[in-house]
């Protein structure tokens, strides 16, 4: 069925480069995104790409999608305190379908 | 920016009770979403709702479940007979159907 898997933390220095990483199994996605979720609030959608792209720039966020092996990361340069919250990776086959998401990982930021 | 907003960010109920989840869709939205977030867990999808009535639901949403748009703002989550294992967080979320899907903040749910 359909899964998306993700590493549950990572820690990066302030100023770092952030990678986060995610694999799904459902080949048929058509949406793969990326949600934020600070302390206490929702989900933010932070940006999401459509199958037939490879990358995805958004300011300090670059996606990139490895379709051949259902792979995609989330880049974040120049990591700020602000950036500490748990990302989600989530897929969907068409924008009206229901989300899968994965586990979350949880971004934590050494001073 | 428009968001969905969701109401109460908290609810406590007894065991047995029922409980009415309230959200407010962005305002040109016609797609509804309802997913649940157990402690500690993913976040599931519960069910999805267009044109006044539901287009998908997944196993977790069973007869305990409904879903109704009551009016043209407001879309609820009724939830009967409580068990502790639906405490929860919950979310609402919608989409105009061209774009991405837009969730609101949440609610926390616990059962007594």
């Given amino acids: 069925g359909e899964d998306v898997e993700q590493s549950l933390f990572l820690s990066v220095r302030e100023g770092d480069s952030s990678v986060i990483n995610c694999t799904y199994t459902d080949s048929s996605s058509t949406y793969l995104y990326w949600y934020k979720q600070e302390p206490g609030a929702g989900l933010q959608l932070l940006t999401y790409i459509f199958s037939n792209m490879d990358m995805k720039q958004d300011q300090r966020l670059t996606v990139l999608l490895n379709k051949k092996d259902k792979h995609l990361s989330l880049r974040i340069a120049d990591t700020q305190t602000g950036d500490s919250a748990i990302y989600f990776c989530a897929e969907s086959m068409n924008r009206d379908d229901k989300i899968i998401f994965g586990k979350g990982t949880r971004l934590h930021i050494l001073p | ?112």
């Avoid at chain 2, 977030?37 to 949403?61: A, D, M, P, R, W």
């Avoid at chain 2, 409904?66 to 043209?72: A, F, L």
């Avoid at chain 2, 639906?86 to 609402?92: I, N, Q, V």
Wanted: aromatic residues 12%; glycine residues 6%.
């Fill in chain 2, 1 to 112: 920016e428009p968001e969905v907003t969701q109401t109460p960010s908290h609810q406590v109920t007894q065991m047995g009770q029922e409980v009415i989840l309230r959200c407010v869709p962005i305002s040109n939205h016609l797609y509804f979403y309802w997913y649940r977030q157990i402690l500690g867990q993913k976040v599931e999808f519960l069910v999805s709702f267009y044109n006044n009535e539901i287009s998908e639901k997944s196993e977790i949403f069973d007869d305990q479940f409904s879903v109704e748009r009551p009016d043209g703002s407001n879309f609820t989550l009724k939830i009967r007979s409580t068990k502790l294992e639906d405490s929860a967080m919950y979310f609402c979320a919608s989409s105009e159907g061209s774009g991405p899907q837009h969730f609101g903040d949440g609610t926390r749910l616990s059962i007594l």
